[in-house]
């Protein structure tokens, strides 16, 4: 399987071309910071990251695969923009983060060679930019150990999610580079569950992502209607 089966040249060089700003917490990419803590502490709270084997999917500048390693994980991060690994790798260095590390390599051609090999596997922020979402889940399941778990997260589709994610984020709000996300690509968590059940992924936990413009702070809920959060386990 070529590395490139489930990827959009586009997605990759629009993420490779903001690549060196990944790491300015005031840059295009501020929202990921801000939200970091808040699915670094679900995550970590759910699974438990001290001393396990954890892949991170699309992991773009690294900065959760960073975060994960400093919470005592053994990190791979994984993506397919060049520029992005390459910035990851350099903050890894600079940082003196131990215990991450990134290859430039499809989920699918991985699960291919590690099969059951993470004891926890985490996709946030990419399904949306993909082809085939489905693929990707699926080899996430196969890449994770029976019993682990495999978080992900990603956009609603339907209008209040077209208004706030693009319209408001993107050209009101100016808090993302315009064009960062197609509606039509964007995947309803009814699509996203079935996708996980044919993967013999069981979602056991869901929350939302919700933001304040007025006071700039995220938090999580129980509203999935726009951003949202997937916990699934693989059966053991």
Not at 42 to 66: E, F, H, P, T, Y
Not at 87 to 115: D, F, M, W
Not at 213 to 227: E, F, G, Q
Request: glycine share 6%; hydrophobic share 45%; with cysteine.
């Amino acid at each position: 399987m070529s590395d490139l089966v489930n990827a959009d040249p586009a997605e990759l060089a629009k993420f490779s071309a903001l690549a060196h700003r990944w790491w300015d917490p005031e840059s295009e990419f501020r929202p990921l910071h801000q939200i970091n803590p808040l699915r670094l502490d679900w995550i970590n709270g759910l699974s438990g990251l001290q001393g396990k084997r954890v892949l991170d999917v699309g992991c773009g500048g690294g900065i959760l695969a960073d975060s994960m390693a400093r919470k005592g994980a053994d990190v791979l991060g994984i993506d397919l923009a060049t520029k992005a690994l390459r910035v990851a790798q350099l903050h890894a260095l600079e940082a003196q983060t131990s215990h991450v590390e990134y290859r430039e390599i499809s989920v699918e051609a991985l699960a291919q060679e590690q099969p059951s090999g993470f004891d926890i596997v985490t996709c946030m922020e990419m399904l949306e930019h993909v082809p085939d979402p489905a693929s990707v889940v699926q080899a996430c399941s196969e890449l994770v150990k029976p019993g682990g778990w495999v978080f992900f997260s990603t956009i609603n589709r339907n209008a209040k999610a077209f208004m706030l994610a693009i319209v408001g984020a993107e050209y009101v709000l100016n808090m993302l580079p315009r064009g960062t996300h197609e509606y039509a690509k964007m995947i309803r968590p009814s699509e996203l569950a079935s996708s996980c059940r044919a993967a013999g992924l069981d979602v056991q936990h869901t929350r939302g992502l919700e933001y304040n413009p007025l006071t700039r702070r995220y938090w999580l809920s129980a509203d999935t209607s726009v951003n949202y959060l997937f916990a699934t386990r693989r059966a053991a």
